[in-house]
């Protein structure tokens, strides 16, 4: 293969690889340049290594060359959010405390990359535990603004072509926030779908482990060798997974309804976000129907709030007996605001999640897919000091649905804007097909008005 | 679809599900019906609770029927031999010391059952300890005859067709042999490509998980399923598996080289099984090349007995500690050889072994397979008080090779009789595709004989 090869899709990487027309050493080589082009400015690396990178490219290639099995994502180089444990990396979670830490053993998802033949290419940057206090990463769009957080390293390490695909994690809108900043798809498939063992807990209740790629097609091939039943994670589920590349790559069946919601905090959009966002409601036209907010929605999101600041609480305790020292100060505000939650409140906000569960899931019985934005609008400066406002994902995470975020829209900077999709829990198949339905839908319409 | 389900392969049933012509609940209840009719005189099943099967068979159905995800063994059932834990069944270990003993977590093999939507039927019975003192189980072509063992439920199960497939284990013989006393498929893929976290260990060296099935691609098909790297099972491999239905499917892209060594123990084999085992190699022609034993080939079975033995103690002296008075005189003078070698011997023992994989990696260089007998001929009577002689399995075995028993032969009581190919390490796939050659060749030439 000839060309830039990091502007090959995973997919065609790993086709071009199984063909033989392709060689991980090379794929990963030209990463690994990009990487050394770019990295003094993006900063997406925790830890990379390319001498390690480069002999498990080259394994990869052996193993074909031998005629030996190839998995599917064979000699693809993937990266890692810093919160997921890997035994030949370490995994420093953001923060000083675990700077000299090193798991013993790999994440389960790591497992699943080994077996599909995946290189790990390193770990990305992430914000402090996962929360908010930002890593030093910058958006490639523009390295004067944040790519969003916290799976910040995951969202720029793609978007800035260093490689193909990435791992994250959502506990409010960690993933499709800095998706929609850095210009990427991104993916937090249904609740369970991927297990988060060997992943850091900040919330038992909200984690969900989440993807970063070029293209729908890769976002759901990778979620589909990610995704695996195991029952030591409480949330994943004992039953088949949805085959996301399949729904990736279906043709809707007839033309899908999507739901708009007007909720009340969509006053925090930015004029060019909520503008692109009114110009995707007209190009759906018919498909498109619009609700004024349903109060239960709106209240989701002090829910969500509650059990987040309540179980971070739990989970960050034993850390500050022995680190309060090198803690932020948005780690330390969130332990204040933990504490002053009495367990009832706690009860009552998992009851509320519960039942909005059941307001979904009715929902989806009318609709395949609801529309809402992903961010505020573009990335912030780095000015700001924080990663943005994940108030446009925190109830859909809540309620454990599947969310997708697409860069569908620029802003006025001409900063990527993505607009999200919501599915049904368990038909992350219909959400992708439905997704790729807009999207083509939306290329047509621009194609028709040039 | 009509007629008696349990007739289907699981790969048809498995069709007929995903399109909607057969429900799991008709096809477990089918089985069901045919384990009422004939378990008084089989005695497959350690543990089954019809209520329970069924309802897993109508979750599959609801989740089908809702057009959730399905899975590879979407509502098709499943046997596993009962040293192989489940949180939601015993696992006794074919003794009465373990009678009690419910698992408080699914072995990883059950989590991928669980994932690809198969219905677990139950537990079938093992010989104690998955060592050598016989279940009760009987042959299901012949009351009076030892189904072998240990995997002896699981075979048998398999043969009277009370579930369509089943999982087994072997540590020298375990899957081989029982399926060929039954006249099953059995399959004993590379070492490590399952996972044995969760499997009763005797010999962490030796012990590996096998399948049963009625068609070639019944078995690979449920390889497929269970094949996962689990960093948990030191053998288990962190690269891609073969894909086995592939391989079981593909044509041979040039008429496959197989060998034959006559080894010494070969005086073992009874008339109507030599006499077979001429012909299919007469059948196969020029394809088959015979060499005489190499001496370290006969050496081999001592260093497995070795290895067994020593292990097998270790493992044992525990639980001999507190129920010395239940445990068969078998495993007694397991402990009693186990106790008489040396750590020299054991650690020279391990050394041979490794040097047999080597040893094998070079021969497969010239050929696609190496063919055996995959036991002395024809089951044996009950009244013998043993499953049978696993000389014909352990070399294999030892070096951890796949290894595959088909029902090619029938012995003079009409009785069958099953021919054994034994693969390269982690080419299992090249083992399946030259099995299904040497199939078709013969069942060609058995037409062209008629």
Chains 1, 2 share one sequence.
């Not at 916290?150 to 969202?155: E, L, R, T, V």
């Not at 085959?243 to 919601?261: C, K, N, Q, T, Y």
Request: proline content about 5%; aromatic content about 6%.
């Amino acid at each position: 293969m000839k060309g830039d090869l990091t502007l090959l899709s995973a997919v065609q990487a790993a086709e071009g690889m199984m063909a033989g027309r392709l060689t991980s050493e090379a794929l990963v080589s030209a990463y690994l340049a990009r990487i050394d082009a770019t990295e003094n400015t993006v900063r997406a690396w925790a830890w990379l290594d390319k001498d390690h990178a480069l002999a498990q490219a080259r394994e990869a290639d052996r193993i074909r060359r031998a005629g030996g099995a190839t998995g599917a994502l064979h000699g693809v180089p993937v990266g890692l959010k810093d919160i997921v444990d890997t035994v030949d990396m370490p995994t420093q979670r953001g923060t000083p405390v675990f700077a000299d830490r090193r798991a013993h053993t790999d994440a389960r998802l790591v497992e699943r990359l080994r077996e599909a033949g995946a290189v790990i290419m390193g770990k990305t940057k992430t914000a402090e535990f996962a929360y908010l206090h930002p890593a030093d990463t910058t958006n490639p769009h523009d390295s004067t603004r944040t790519p969003g957080g916290s799976s910040s390293g995951s969202a720029a390490a793609v978007a800035a072509r260093h490689v193909p695909l990435a791992v994250g994690a959502q506990t409010g809108g960690s993933v499709i926030r800095p998706a929609s900043f850095c210009g990427t798809y991104g993916f937090k498939p249904t609740r369970g779908v991927i297990s988060r063992s060997g992943v850091f807990r900040t919330s038992a209740s909200l984690d969900q482990v989440g993807v970063f790629g070029a293209t729908l097609d890769d976002i759901a091939l990778l979620t589909n060798v990610l995704g695996c039943y195991d029952q030591s994670d409480p949330d994943s589920f004992a039953r088949p997974r949805p085959d996301m590349l399949h729904g990736a790559r279906s043709d809707a069946p007839v033309e899908p309804d999507i739901a708009w919601f007007d909720l009340p905090f969509h006053d925090r959009l930015d004029k060019d976000a909520a503008e692109g966002l009114e110009q995707v409601i007209a190009a759906l036209g018919p498909r498109i129907e619009r609700f004024p907010a349903a109060p239960q929605l709106a209240g989701l999101t002090d829910v969500h709030k509650v059990i987040y600041d309540y179980e971070i609480t739990k989970n960050m305790e034993p850390i500050e007996a022995d680190f309060a020292d090198q803690l932020s100060a948005e780690v330390q505000a969130a332990l204040v605001r933990g504490r002053a939650i009495s367990e009832a409140q706690y009860t009552e906000a998992l009851d509320v999640k519960s039942s909005a569960n059941a307001f979904f899931a009715s929902h989806f019985n009318d609709f395949d897919a609801i529309m809402a934005p992903s961010a505020t609008g573009q990335a912030l400066p780095l000015s700001a000091g924080n990663t943005g406002d994940a108030i446009f994902c925190t109830i859909w995470t809540l309620a454990g649905l599947p969310c997708l975020t697409m860069p569908l829209l620029v802003g006025e900077n001409g900063l990527p804007i993505g607009v999200q999709f919501i599915g049904a829990v368990e038909e992350d198949d219909r959400l992708l097909r439905t997704a790729a339905w807009v999207q083509n839908t939306l290329s047509q319409a621009g194609e028709e008005g040039d």
